[in-house]
């Protein structure tokens, strides 16, 4: 066993992501989240320094650690008094940084069960996107999220938040409005609204556990052909599942060839990255992952994709991490072809350590490369079709996000075109098995009904 299968282990979850999202859930993390049971006790800041320097002493991919004394390190974090929490978060952060990795990072206790609530997709709170207003500066609603508490409450995209249990929100920044909002599933928080053409009102929202998807799809008639459009924002722990629904439903309805839209994705778990590359590759490697003793492994796929229907993957400059592991593994297999910009270029794997006091670190275990070789850090996945969108137009898709896939997106009918292609070239493999949600369908091609 190598030392990331090692690492696996030891670390309660693996995590590609590192980048923040610049579409903000403001809720919290279940309730009745446990972590990782360890001896250090969690009133004790020097404690809990210590407990970050073993975790990145025992994993950080670089055994030189940047070239830095590891251990001189750790006598001088030991040799403080520490005060308060904040001072050992405020040292704490101050030694990793000697490591020149923005991805090995202190978390918090706040910021570490938002990484959570991310990562898991489960959530507890009201359900609402919200953004900052340019010109008003107002916290303003961007989206309730369908069903949800604020949904049902009846808030409304463009709302304005004037209030927070009874805190005004003028000059409030975005983390303490999450702060204030979020909270324990069953409890309520109170908000004054503000919504053109009426009056200002009070509305209480009761908190509840919700599920906060990351896949949108859609069967889409362009021209003669039908494409199934599956656009994915983030790598949670249902993620995999809801693509591979969202594959069916839309071959149900005889989608022809398939878009799956990665643009602005930052990553998220690794697993779900393998998963999904799963769900359209039958065969050959997914990823390579080498760890501190060079020691690699090889994932691959095993069978199991649900479908063969051509397939054009979208991609941007945001685009990261578990975002470029799928990329990467259907573009050299030749299993899509990739339309858009250059990627972000994020080639390292975080395992994220808990802490007792409710805080984690986030340590880089390995660096990844796509199967054929190639190490995209700093570099990206180049499209094999190149497409970018004016200054003009990515503003028009970002303050009108309903304008995304639709005549008004060049990259999205750049896609149309290539998958067009595709389905007229198409020809189905021979000797396939296709896995259902419940049973295998074994056949040349599935008949579509």
């Known amino acids: 066993m190598n030392q990331l299968s090692r690492s696996l282990r030891t670390l309660q979850f693996f995590s590609l992501g590192g980048l923040i999202s610049t579409s903000i859930v403001f809720l919290a ?20 320094v210590d407990e970050v320097w073993q975790v990145v002493n025992r994993n950080y991919v670089d055994s030189t650690f940047h070239h830095t004394d590891w251990q001189a390190t750790r ?31 202190f978390l918090d206790p706040n910021e570490f069960a938002q990484l959570n609530a991310e990562t898991s997709g489960e959530l ?30 009846g808030l409304r995209t463009g709302d304005r938040i004037l209030g927070i249990d009874g805190k005004l929100t003028q000059g409030m920044d975005a983390e303490k409005a999450t702060s204030l909002i979020r909270g324990t599933a069953g409890t309520t928080v109170k908000l004054k609204i503000a919504r053109q053409g009426q009056k200002n ?20 008639q362009e021209g003669n052909n039908r494409i199934g459009y599956i656009r994915l924002s983030g790598f949670d722990a249902h993620a995999s599942d809801e693509v591979r629904q969202a594959i069916q439903t839309l071959s149900a309805q005889k989608a022809q060839g398939f878009i799956l839209d990665l643009r602005g994705n930052p990553g998220g778990l690794l697993d779900a990255a393998i998963n999904i590359s799963r769900l359209w590759l039958h065969t050959g490697d997914i990823v390579r992952t080498v760890d501190r003793d060079s020691q690699d492994e090889r994932i691959a796929a095993d069978q199991t994709a ?26 050299d297999n030749q299993r899509a072809t990739v339309v858009g ?6 080639a390292a794997v975080q395992g994220v350590h808990p802490l007792p006091d409710g805080s984690g670190v986030n340590v880089t275990v390995a660096h990844y490369y796509t199967p054929k070789g ?8 180049i499209p094999d079709v190149a497409i970018a969108l004016t200054k003009a137009e990515a503003k028009k898709l970002a303050e009108n996000p309903k304008l995304v896939a639709s005549p008004s997106d060049p990259q999205y009918l750049q896609a149309v075109r290539t998958v067009s292609k595709q389905i007229q070239a198409y020809k189905p493999f021979s000797n396939v098995t296709f896995m259902s949600m419940d049973r ?5 091609q599935p008949s579509w009904k």
């Open 29 to 48: 993390p279940q309730s009745g989240y446990s972590v990782q049971k360890d001896s250090v006790s969690p009133t004790n800041p020097k404690e809990i």
């Open 75 to 105: 006598r001088q974090l030991l040799s403080k008094n520490y005060t308060s929490k904040k001072q050992a978060y405020n040292a704490i952060r101050a030694a990793l940084k000697t490591l020149g990795d923005p991805y090995t990072r």
């Open 124 to 153: 507890s709170g009201i359900g609402v996107k919200l953004g900052m207003d340019k010109k008003t500066k107002a916290l303003t609603v961007i989206e309730p999220v369908e069903n949800s508490p604020a949904f049902k409450a």
């Open 201 to 220: 009102f009070d509305v209480a929202i009761n908190r509840a556990v919700i599920h906060i998807s990351n896949v949108k799809s859609a069967l889409k």
């Open 306 to 331: 649900v479908t063969q229907l051509p397939l054009t993957v979208l991609v941007d400059g945001n685009s990261a991490s578990s975002s470029e592991i799928l990329a990467g593994a259907l573009k």
């Open 341 to 346: 910009t250059k990627t972000f270029g994020k």
């Open 374 to 381: 190639t190490d995209i850090n700093k570099k990206g996945i």
């Open 440 to 444: 295998s369908v074994a056949g040349t």
